[in-house]
């Protein structure tokens, strides 16, 4: 996924010399290529996170193309402000890429995990929100968000999980893909990111279910939302971020207001990591684990 | 075109707009009408009169709780209409009590401090990739100085030799609470934006042909350093019972205070 990451920036770059990347000295050897291929447009702006925000706007007002990477934590949290007052008030077409979303930091600790960016960042007028689930989703969510010529917030999260995907044809903005398909349908699970992977594992034990992928979270197609709990008996929603304000809740605000479905959340609970380890030591804290959400799903299942 | 800027009739209309609006930042506006109105009447190039001009230089009130000034220099430019002051403040109305960038020729929305300082260091380094011969200039308050982005941007503009790049900063001695010295200490502004590699002076904040001097003698500077202007303003000027008096910062104009401001301003001719 992240040399997907970086195949694509690289594109953008070559195709378009008003493309710039900004980084708040983060990136490490992610940006090698684009720095060799691309060298004028790369500005690396020091560990000064808020400026280079208000930096990307001012270039964005000049006819140029930011793209501004940095780890989820800081973009868009720290700088949450200048994104909504000096780029999406604005209508100003600046990509912000917030890596590492999660627990991929998982032995970095709290400043460095992030489970609050996609409710924070969903509630800005103008700025889109896209949450690719692997290197296919990705490149058509950063290629969508570059024709797009308005603000918009991608979220990566952890990146080798494998492919979802064996290839993507063009998908439109706002749907939701379906990455797994039963004959019958009963429940749907309902994913994004790294989490997508999990949805599928857990569906492929159970019977009757749908796993669809979302890596637009917003602008969403809400009629795509309605149809699936619509002709749903339960739905699971998967994410790897805050039970408050993200996925979970989008498609419980959809589903409330048109199509009542029970709907299981799984997602971080109101918390901070306690401790270091893995990735996979973080999830089994957090109860997002295989077997924790195995287990929660069946009991949910069970009880309706 | 030849418009005057007369800092006179700008504070008058400052007046007519806060008090037809019942309106607080006065102070905040006054200290700062003599800077616009040099930088209005001899620096900043609008092509056509055309505040969305694409070669226009750039003017980033970062201060934005000094917008009625700002407003008063944009109806001597035609930018906006007398209803517009005679409705300030009213429902649907367009002018808010902050810079707002939906308004032509605003060019950011302020209030929130610290942010125009970034944005005009973006734009500064947009002209020169873009190599016109735009100039940006900011304009921060003493008291926006605390926030943190603007010494990131300070330290960006140097790096990158943004020579076309000026800040300004109103250094009238308050923020919205007291005087800055007692809040945080600022010490000597034009060393610390020297420190950080900026070509700097201090000047009187009302005095034009300092001002204007100033300004020239910084463009004509032969660094690559961005620039930085110290203006020593007084926060109320122009009007004696506003003078140094921060209350104006909040305080609301009545029947009677708005008679005795204007007469102020007027005895100022004699």
Excluded at chain 1, 170 to 180: A, E, P, T, Y
Excluded at chain 1, 198 to 216: G, Q
Excluded at chain 2, 125 to 148: C, F, H, R
Aim: proline share 3%.
């Amino acid at each position: 996924m992240r040399q997907a990451l970086s195949d694509v920036l690289v594109e953008l770059g070559k195709k378009d010399p008003k493309v710039l990347l900004l980084t708040g000295d983060h990136g490490y050897a992610l940006f090698d290529d684009f720095r060799r291929e691309c060298p004028n447009q790369y500005i690396n702006v020091g560990i000064a996170e808020q400026n280079m925000v208000g930096v990307a706007a001012g270039l964005a007002r000049s006819g140029f193309r930011p793209i501004v990477y940095g780890l989820s934590a800081f973009v868009p949290i720290r700088v949450l402000e200048q994104i909504k007052l000096d780029v999406a008030h604005d209508h100003l077409p600046v990509i912000f890429i917030g890596d590492g979303a999660g627990f991929v930091y998982s032995h970095l600790g709290t400043s460095h995990q992030s489970t609050e960016d996609i409710a924070c960042s969903r509630v800005i007028p103008n700025l889109s929100v896209y949450s690719p689930a692997d290197r296919f989703e990705l490149k058509q969510c950063l290629s969508i968000a570059y024709q797009n010529n308005s603000a918009v917030y991608l979220r990566i999260g952890k990146a080798d999980r494998g492919d979802i995907h064996q290839s993507l044809p063009n998908i439109k903005s706002g749907r939701l893909i379906k990455v797994r398909a039963a004959k019958k349908i009963k429940y749907s699970f309902i994913a994004t990111g790294s989490m997508v992977r999990t949805a599928i594992d857990i569906a492929d034990k159970l019977h009757n279910i749908n796993v669809w992928s979302v890596p637009f979270i917003k602008p969403i197609d809400r009629s795509m939302v309605e149809k699936i709990c619509h002709n749903s008996e339960a739905v699971v929603v998967f994410e790897e971020h805050s039970r408050f304000g993200g996925l979970g809740s989008l498609i419980a605000e959809i589903s409330s207001e048109s199509s009542p479905v029970k709907i299981l959340y799984v997602a971080v609970n109101d918390r901070f990591s306690q401790k270091c380890g893995t990735y996979e030591y973080l999830l089994k804290e957090h109860g997002l684990d295989f077997d924790a959400v195995y287990k929660n799903i069946y009991n949910f299942l069970l009880d309706l | 075109m030849n418009i005057k800027f007369d800092p006179k009739k700008l504070r008058k209309t400052v007046l007519d707009m806060a008090y037809a609006g019942s309106t607080v930042h006065i102070g905040c506006a006054f200290s700062i009408i003599e800077l616009l109105s040099v930088l209005y009447k001899s620096h900043l190039r609008y092509p056509n009169n055309d505040p969305f001009n694409k070669g226009r230089d750039y003017f980033l009130l970062s201060k934005g709780h000094g917008v009625m000034a700002q407003y008063a220099c944009m109806r001597e430019l035609g930018w906006l209409c007398d209803d517009d002051f005679l409705n300030y403040f009213s429902n649907g109305s367009d002018l808010k009590g902050l810079s707002d960038s939906r308004i032509p020729g605003i060019e950011v929305t302020s209030g929130s401090l610290g942010h125009g300082f970034s944005v005009g260091v973006g734009l500064a380094m947009g002209a020169k990739l873009n190599k016109t011969d735009q100039d940006t200039y900011v304009l921060v308050g003493d008291g926006e100085i605390n926030e943190g982005p603007i010494w990131e941007g300070a330290m960006f503009a140097a790096h990158h030799n943004l020579d076309n790049f000026m800040v300004i900063v109103d250094e009238n001695g308050f923020q919205a609470m007291g005087k800055t010295q007692d809040i945080i200490g600022l010490g000597s502004i034009q060393s610390k934006f020297e420190s950080f590699g900026f070509d700097s002076i201090t000047v009187d904040g009302h005095d034009e042909i300092a001002i204007n001097k100033a300004i020239e003698k910084l463009w004509n500077s032969d660094t690559k350093k961005p620039k930085a202007l110290i203006a020593k303003t007084v926060k109320g000027k122009g009007v004696d019972f506003m003078e140094d008096d921060n209350s104006w910062h909040y305080t609301r104009l009545d029947k009677e205070n708005y008679r005795d401001a204007i007469a102020s301003i007027n005895e100022g001719d004699v």
